[in-house]
């Protein structure tokens, strides 16, 4: 019996011949059709390599569309908020409307996110700073620029997102209002709908903008506080010109982050309860370690070494 091929090995072996490695949904479709095939065969030697494979493809993020001639991407990991919304949802008595809410809030949500992260962009345009993408993943977005960033240039670029954000607040507070006053003469229960996203649009960029504004290095509150206090080291200790960024970082992230981030903890523990922040405050720092060490090492010998 001839071995008949299928439309997408087709289309496979038409891009191994013009020398393209298969695209990466192709891919996926491979070692997913391998792993089934292995399956019904019960031969288990490759699985694990296939399962690793389906993993990492997984893993790298999907590009989903160019804003601005940036790249913006997608990682897997951010559909929890989604996964959440479906979990709430079955518990739910009023399921069409909760899922429409839930969509209106979802695209609320990209909208905040991508408008605080596309002031940073073109902000850093202006200073003539390229941007390699924009990602969207838990537990927001990060735009990721060509090259670091210096005083003053940093400061303006890392004010951008948090002005970007109190802007959107006036926009949803108006919008709620407006929402508000026609649902009070029309009653549509749409409009209700429209009238909570609003407010919720309203909400979260409140937090986003007073979230960023924490003086909690990599927070853009911290960048802030950096590129000043990189400014103010320039100006009044000159013998330290050449490291001021270097000193600025260590203060930023030793003597201010480390300080913010442990008593939100403490807060978070005696008070608000939610959580999620004593993951996020130590990943933060991490974070923030991690750039303080590559300062260190991209501006050669640290300022302790005295000469
Ligand atoms: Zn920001």
């Known amino acids: 019996m001839k071995y008949q091929r299928n439309k997408f090995q087709i289309r496979v072996l038409k891009r191994l011949e013009a020398d393209l490695p298969p695209t990466r949904w192709?891919?996926?479709?491979?070692?997913?059709?391998?792993?089934?095939?292995?399956?019904?065969?019960?031969?288990?030697?490759?699985?694990?390599?296939?399962?690793?494979?389906?993993?990492?493809?997984?893993?790298?993020?999907?590009?989903?569309?160019?804003?601005?001639?940036?790249?913006?991407q997608f990682h897997v990991t951010w559909f929890i908020y989604p996964a959440g919304f479906l979990v709430w949802l079955l518990f739910d008595y009023d399921r069409p409307?909760?899922?429409?809410?839930?969509?209106?809030?979802?695209?609320?949500?990209?909208?905040?996110?991508?408008?605080?992260?596309?002031?940073?962009?073109?902000?850093?345009?202006?200073?003539?700073?390229?941007?390699?993408?924009?990602?969207?993943?838990?537990?927001?977005?990060?735009?990721?620029?060509?090259?670091?960033?210096?005083?003053?240039?940093?400061?303006?670029?890392?004010?951008?997102?948090?002005?970007?954000?109190?802007?959107?607040t006036g926009i949803f507070r108006a919008g709620f209002h407006a929402f508000a006053s026609w649902h009070k003469s029309w009653e549509f229960i749409w409009l209700y709908h429209w009238m909570r996203a609003w407010e919720f649009g309203f909400n979260l960029n409140l937090i986003l903008a007073g979230f960023n504004l924490l003086p909690c290095f990599p927070m853009d509150g911290g960048r802030i506080l950096r590129s000043l206090l990189a400014v103010?080291?320039?100006?009044?200790?000159?013998?330290?010109?050449?490291?001021?960024?270097?000193?600025?970082?260590?203060?930023?992230?030793?003597?201010?982050?480390?300080?913010?981030?442990?008593?939100?903890?403490?807060?978070?523990?005696?008070?608000?309860?939610?959580?999620?922040?004593?993951?996020?405050?130590?990943?933060?720092?991490?974070v923030a370690e991690i750039e303080y060490r590559m300062r260190c090492e991209n501006d050669g010998p640290s300022s302790d070494t005295k000469r």
């Open 26 to 72: 192709q891919q996926l479709i491979l070692h997913l059709q391998t792993m089934v095939r292995q399956l019904r065969r019960k031969r288990f030697s490759t699985l694990w390599f296939h399962g690793k494979g389906i993993v990492r493809l997984v893993w790298k993020p999907f590009t989903i569309c160019r804003l601005a001639d940036v790249p913006v």
């Open 97 to 168: 409307w909760k899922l429409y809410f839930a969509l209106l809030i979802l695209l609320v949500i990209c909208i905040s996110l991508l408008a605080h992260e596309f002031a940073h962009v073109l902000m850093a345009r202006r200073f003539g700073i390229a941007t390699r993408r924009v990602i969207i993943i838990p537990p927001g977005a990060v735009a990721e620029l060509e090259s670091a960033l210096d005083s003053p240039n940093e400061f303006w670029i890392a004010l951008a997102g948090p002005l970007a954000s109190l802007l959107l």
């Open 232 to 286: 103010v080291i320039g100006r009044f200790f000159p013998r330290h010109a050449g490291q001021s960024f270097v000193i600025a970082t260590r203060i930023a992230v030793r003597f201010v982050a480390w300080p913010v981030a442990l008593g939100m903890m403490v807060c978070v523990i005696l008070e608000s309860h939610d959580w999620i922040y004593l993951i996020l405050f130590p990943l933060l720092l991490f």
